[in-house]
């Protein structure tokens, strides 16, 4: 449900008026059809009650305004279009763009039973792009994102002209990379990717509300109490906080789209299963709701991810994982293992009617050779595998966490959600070939 920036009381109150209508129809509907299901189907698995009551909550905060922020936003065009112009100097590079976004969300949230919720959020991405394409007419993208709470929490002009420089070469370079063969071995993920790798292989498949669904693979719903990480691993989602050792987080709120106060919850302690991201809707032997209910607005909330951080109590400088890959590679007789430094994000796939798998998207990837050899650029691979086998080969983590701070797609629209984790060294992955555009590259060369 959307409404006027004006804060018009009379105005929300319609808006609040027409959704409640609307709600109220669609769900006799849906109940009139539940009742039916019940008689014609066969017995759930899960005897855990439909909905969990909680306690009326009334929270308001005060509206923010742009003027609230000092942002100047010629500033802003000034130093956007400085990036971009360096794009401008190789003609090798089709296409490229310098953006910012500044969101100030402020989300409403009443119900029947009591609560008033009034809050705000605050987003602010810059993003760096360009992309190339190869002459067998493979599309080479790449990006680097910063993300603050407000443009004071980003970085300064140097870092952005250093990087924006950065990803230019490297994207001037892949265009005459090798095309990397499908493969199998280790390889470390950079804290950026390995977050990525955490919120696709792992993170959906511990959303509660998912795993009450008689269709979903529900691959961690009995291993409660199990080992399914090495134990100097804890995997934690918590959206009280709004940044992770200095870093900035895009996955917090105080309170979800159900009215629940959210909670740090820590699913994976030491190694070992411990919990689910939580709605209103139980699950058996998680009766209630740990805050963990999103929404994209006009979309029915169910659980997502927050703020997720992989933590890790024995962690290894990049040199140790970096040796850790090669030697595992000898073992594994393989000339080189892969090190993932940016990915763009992916999918995964939660059901049982296909496989239960997922796909990162990799953009920037190196071969690092066994001999000593200089690392090389590759280009043209997706890494994909199942989570049980994915995650049974997890080894060993990074010293310095990263944080991809993306848009999560699912059921309930596009959230956002943090993906803070360090660098992972992984015994074996898989990986394929990406899909190639057939289209030839310009005739003409750029102007």
């Keep these: 449900m959307n409404i006027l920036v004006e804060n018009d009381s009379k105005a929300i109150a319609l808006a609040l008026w027409e959704a409640t209508e609307a709600e109220y129809r669609t ?23 439909d909905y969990s009551e909680i306690t009326q ?13 000092k942002f100047d936003i010629k500033e802003w065009e000034s130093r956007l ?33 009591g609560t008033a919720i009034a809050q705000n959020n605050t987003y602010c991405h810059v993003y760096l792009s360009v992309s190339a394409q190869a002459d067998d007419g493979m599309e080479l993208p790449l990006f680097h994102s910063y993300f603050g709470h407000s443009p004071q929490d980003l970085p300064d002009d140097n870092t952005m ?27 470390i ?45 804890s995997v934690i989602f918590d959206p009280t906080i709004t940044s992770y050792r200095g870093v900035p987080l895009n996955g917090s709120f105080k309170y979800d789209d159900e009215g629940v106060k959210g909670e740090k919850v820590v699913v994976v302690d030491k190694g070992v299963l411990k919990n689910f991201l939580m709605t209103r809707t139980p699950i058996n032997n998680f009766p209630k709701s740990n805050g963990h209910a999103r ?11 927050s703020n997720l951080i992989v933590e890790t109590e ?27 430094a940016t990915v763009r994000g992916g999918f995964t796939m939660t059901g049982r009617f296909i496989p239960n798998s997922f796909n990162v998207t990799p953009l920037e990837v190196y071969r690092i050779f066994v001999d000593g050899r200089p690392d090389e650029l590759v280009r043209g691979v997706d890494l994909v595998g199942t989570p049980l086998a994915m995650f049974s080969q997890v080894e060993a983590a990074g010293d310095k966490p990263g944080n991809f701070a993306g848009t999560c797609g699912a059921e309930s629209g596009g959230v956002p ?5 360090p660098a992972l060294f992984v015994k074996q992955i898989e990986m394929q070939k990406k899909d190639k555009s057939q289209d030839r590259p310009p005739i003409l060369e750029r102007p």
Excluded: W
């Design 314 to 340: 024995k962690p290894y400088s990049n040199e140790q994982l970096k040796k850790m890959l090669i030697d595992e590679a000898i073992k594994q007789e393989k000339e080189y293992g892969y090190f993932f």
């Design 417 to 421: 959600a943090g993906c803070c984790s």
């Design 161 to 187: 002209i250093n990087d924006a420089k950065k990803i230019a070469n490297t994207v001037i370079a892949m265009k005459t990379a090798p095309v990397v063969d499908p493969y199998t071995g280790p390889a």
């Design 57 to 69: 909550v009334q929270y308001f905060e005060k509206q923010l305004q742009m003027s609230d922020f």
């Design 27 to 49: 769900a006799a509907s849906n109940y009139e059809k539940i009742k039916a299901n019940v008689a014609v189907k066969v017995e759930s698995e899960d005897k855990a009650p």
């Design 295 to 305: 929404a994209q607005a006009g979309y029915q909330p169910v659980s997502r991810q």
């Design 81 to 113: 279009k400085k990036y971009s112009a360096l794009y401008a100097d190789s003609k090798d590079i089709l296409d490229g763009e310098s953006t910012l976004r500044f969101l100030i969300e402020r989300k409403y949230f009443v119900t029947s039973e």
């Design 189 to 233: 993920l950079s804290d950026d990717a390995a977050g990525v790798f955490f919120h696709e292989i792992f993170g959906h498949r511990v959303e509660g509300a998912r795993l009450k669904k008689e269709a979903d693979g529900q691959t961690f719903k009995k291993k409660v109490g199990e080992q399914v990480l090495p134990k100097e691993i």
